[in-house]
């Protein structure tokens, strides 16, 4: 991992955003945080090749981490982290964004809780299913927008920033560990800022 003081920006700094006051600002790169805790292998090269249909990638390395959610009375699979570049080739909204990422998502069979009919189910009907209790809580891939690059014209007195307009999206923030790694990783490769 390297460290802080090597980077040309300290992302502390960085102005945080909501990403609710950003849907239709335009966007012209981002830093993802790619996870997968099923079938990573398959999923994160799938997710990785979508992406290019967007732009140019550039990837940190993958990081195998713990579930931060497991417990002992609840153990969960070890995800496979990732952080990525993307520079889109076209600027989009964020709102345009996040609805692709879905997308992909949902093409790498994606079931997110809040619309699996799995835990709407009786602890009887949950019994009745063909389903393992440990798949109802596996990823096969996540992606988190971390941070975003606006287009300078989308700027204004509520969007201070300077370092290239990259916003830091504040429900992601602080970074966890692996982001806090990829980031500084892709930082350092790429000179973003």
């Known amino acids: 991992m390297m460290q802080e003081q090597s980077l040309p920006i300290d992302i502390a700094t960085l102005t945080q955003s909501e990403p609710n006051d950003l849907q ?22 799938r997710v990785r090749e979508k992406l290019t249909t967007l732009g140019t990638l550039e990837c940190s390395v993958a990081f195998q ?16 982290n990732q952080c990525i570049y993307l520079e ?5 909204s964020l709102q345009q964004l996040q609805q692709l990422f879905k997308l992909f998502e949902g093409e790498c069979h994606r079931v997110r ?22 798949t109802w809580r596996q990823v096969t891939m996540d992606i988190d927008i ?12 509520s969007i201070q920033q300077d370092n ?12 966890k560990a692996h982001e806090y790694a990829g980031i ?6 790429k000179g973003l800022f």
């Open 24 to 45: 239709a600002q335009m966007v012209t790169a981002v830093i993802l945080a790619l996870g997968s805790n099923h079938c990573a292998a398959e999923y994160l090269p």
């Open 65 to 80: 981490n713990p579930d931060f959610t497991a417990t002992k009375e609840q153990p969960k699979p070890d995800y496979i």
């Open 146 to 157: 971390l941070l975003v690059r606006l287009e300078p014209s989308q700027l204004n007195d």
């Open 113 to 134: 809780e809040s619309v699996s009919i799995l835990p709407a189910l009786s602890q009887a009907e949950l019994a009745k299913t063909q389903l393992p209790p440990n």
């Open 88 to 92: 889109l080739g076209s600027a989009m």
């Open 184 to 189: 500084t990783a892709l930082i350092a490769k």
């Open 164 to 175: 290239d307009s990259w916003l830091v999206m504040a429900d992601r923030y602080p970074f």
